[in-house]
């Protein structure tokens, strides 16, 4: 499983939320605290929004706490949105094309989770994707196929349905020809103006999302793991939900995947 953390607000260094805390996500690469492999060395990415409106990205193969030029570039880049991903493989080849996060256009996407037997169908995944995306198809990952498939579904009229709709499909696929657990998944995804997240599984079991606004950052940090325990209080997004932050706050809604 991998961990990754978000943040939406006033500009700060990206290292306020990838290096300094206690638990930051650096820290996480090594020694993860909820989830089930500690370490999550199979590559890292960072999507960042500056002054044009599609993300800036940076992925590489390296675990993330050995790359200096990855604790070199958060010193020194601010942002007021940003994504950032530490990943543990759950199959596919460590390659900076399977990297999160993912981007399209002003897009940005990343998950942790797995969508259960999915080299058993990784072909009729593959073809759900429409002509006019597969050139943003550029590894073997499940979550990029998740990715297209919300862009595919209407991901810029209506984040939600569209992310409820692919994942949906992706569930529907591994029920069909893949393995249990069908679908664990918590999702972070950026159009450059909101910061959307969502926690689901198809079974008990769904990979942990926390969420608080930084007085001190002035704006949201979403998490998997909380990046320490003093100041503000985290909550926990609970299964089933899915998250909105803006400038006038959060918002919870229920997530509930469907087929129409």
């Known amino acids: 499983m991998c961990r990754w953390a978000a943040y939406s607000g006033a500009d700060v260094f990206l290292e306020d939320i990838i290096s300094i805390p206690a638990h930051s996500l650096i820290a996480q690469s090594q020694k993860a605290a909820e989830c089930k492999t500690a370490t999550n060395g199979d590559g890292f990415g960072i999507a960042w929004y500056g002054q044009r409106p599609e993300p800036g990205l940076y992925r590489d193969v390296y675990p993330a706490w050995s790359d200096c030029n990855l604790r070199a570039l958060v010193r020194q880049v601010k942002s007021g949105l940003f994504l950032a991903h530490v990943r543990a493989s759950t199959g596919s080849a460590t390659s900076r094309n399977n990297c999160h996060p993912f981007t399209a256009g002003r897009w940005s996407f990343m998950h942790n989770g797995q969508v259960g037997g999915f080299e058993k169908f990784r072909r009729h995944a593959d073809m759900c994707i429409p002509d006019e995306l597969y050139e943003h198809r550029k590894g073997a990952t499940d979550s990029e196929v998740l990715f297209l498939l919300a862009l595919q579904q209407g991901l810029d009229a209506d984040p939600k349905t569209a992310l409820e709709r692919a994942v949906a499909r ?40 926390y969420y608080r606004w930084s007085s001190s950052m002035g704006g949201w940090a979403v998490v998997s793991e909380p990046l320490e325990q003093t100041g503000e209080a985290w909550n926990e997004l609970k299964p089933g939900a899915f998250l909105t932050l803006t400038g006038d706050g959060a918002e919870i809604e229920p997530f509930q995947p469907f087929l129409e």
């Open 170 to 209: 992706m569930e529907a696929l591994s029920r069909a020809r893949g393995a249990t657990p069908h679908m664990r998944l918590s999702v972070a995804m950026s159009d450059g103006e909101r910061l959307y997240a969502a926690r689901y599984s198809s079974d008990s079991v769904a990979p942990s999302v």
